[in-house]
C-alpha cells in the first residue's frame, strides 16, 4: 500500500544581490528527513534535488549518529563547479513523515557550504512519486507500491 | 502540530553555525559551531525532537 505524504515549501532568508536586488527570500523544496543509525537518529533538513544522483548528507550528522564516516566506501563526486568532492557511503536508514526506508547514503566534508543534505535520485526519487506545486508551496511524496 | 515553514525570521541573523530549530521549526534552540554542541543546547532546552540546519555563510543563490 502506498504512503502519501504531505509537506510545505520552506522559506529562507536570502540576501540582494545586483541581478535580484528586490530579493529577499528563497522558496525551496526542503523537508526534514530523519537519519537513522540503529538506535540513534538525528532530523535534518534536506533539500529534494533532482540534480542529485543520490542522497548525500553532511558528515557532522553522520558523526551525530555514530557513523565512522571515512569507513565508508568513497565516492568522488562533482557539483556545478570544477571542484572535485568527495563522499562515503553507509548503509543507514531515513525517516520521511514516519515512513522509513533503507538507504545507501554519502556524507561528505565537502557539503559545508551548503544549509542542507540532498535527496537525489537513487534513494529517494526511486521511491516515491514527487509532485512539486510551487505556486501553491506544496509537495507531495507518494511511496512506489512496491517498497 | 502546526509547523513553522517560514523560517526566514527564525534563521536570519545566524551566518555559518549549526542551528537546532524546535520541533515545530518556530524558535532556534541551539546554536554552534558543530551539530553535537547544537543538539545539546536543543536538549537543555527541553527540545527532545530538535531538527537541525546549517546556516550559510552568506544567505546567497544556491543553483544545484
Known amino acids: ?147 | 502540530m502546526i509547523e513553522n515553514t517560514d523560517l526566514r525570521k527564525v534563521l536570519k541573523g545566524y551566518s555559518n553555525k549549526w542551528i537546532a530549530l524546535s520541533a515545530d521549526s518556530s524558535k532556534v534552540v541551539g546554536v554552534a559551531d558543530n551539530p553535537k554542541e547544537a543538539l545539546e543546547q536543543a536538549h537543555s532546552n527541553k527540545e527532545t525532537t530538535p531538527i537541525l540546519t546549517r546556516t550559510p555563510a552568506r544567505y546567497g543563490t544556491f543553483i544545484l
Do not use: W
Not at chain 1, 529534494?48 to 565508508?72: R, V
Not at chain 1, 548503509?91 to 551548503?114: Q, R, V
Open chain 1, 1 to 147: 500500500m502506498s504512503i502519501r505524504l504531505k509537506f510545505d515549501y520552506r522559506k529562507f532568508p536570502a540576501d540582494p544581490s545586483e541581478a535580484f536586488p528586490k530579493r529577499r527570500s528563497a522558496t525551496r523544496p526542503v523537508i526534514p528527513v530523519t537519519l537513522i543509525n540503529g538506535d540513534r537518529k538525528v532530523t535534518n533538513l534536506a533539500i529534494i534535488d533532482s540534480g542529485a544522483d543520490l542522497c548525500i548528507f553532511h558528515s557532522e550528522i553522520g558523526e551525530q549518529i555514530g557513523i565512522d564516516i571515512e569507513s565508508g566506501k568513497p565516492l568522488i563526486f562533482n557539483g556545478i563547479t570544477k571542484e572535485q568532492l568527495t563522499a562515503y557511503f553507509h548503509d543507514i536508514k531515513i525517516g520521511i513523515g514516519g515512513y522509513e526506508y533503507d538507504c545507501y547514503a554519502g556524507f561528505s566534508k565537502d557539503l559545508s557550504n551548503m544549509p542542507y543534505g540532498l535527496l537525489g535520485q537513487v534513494g529517494f526519487f526511486d521511491l516515491f512519486n514527487i509532485a512539486f506545486d510551487y505556486k501553491r508551496g506544496r509537495i507531495e511524496l507518494t511511496s512506489r507500491d512496491n517498497h
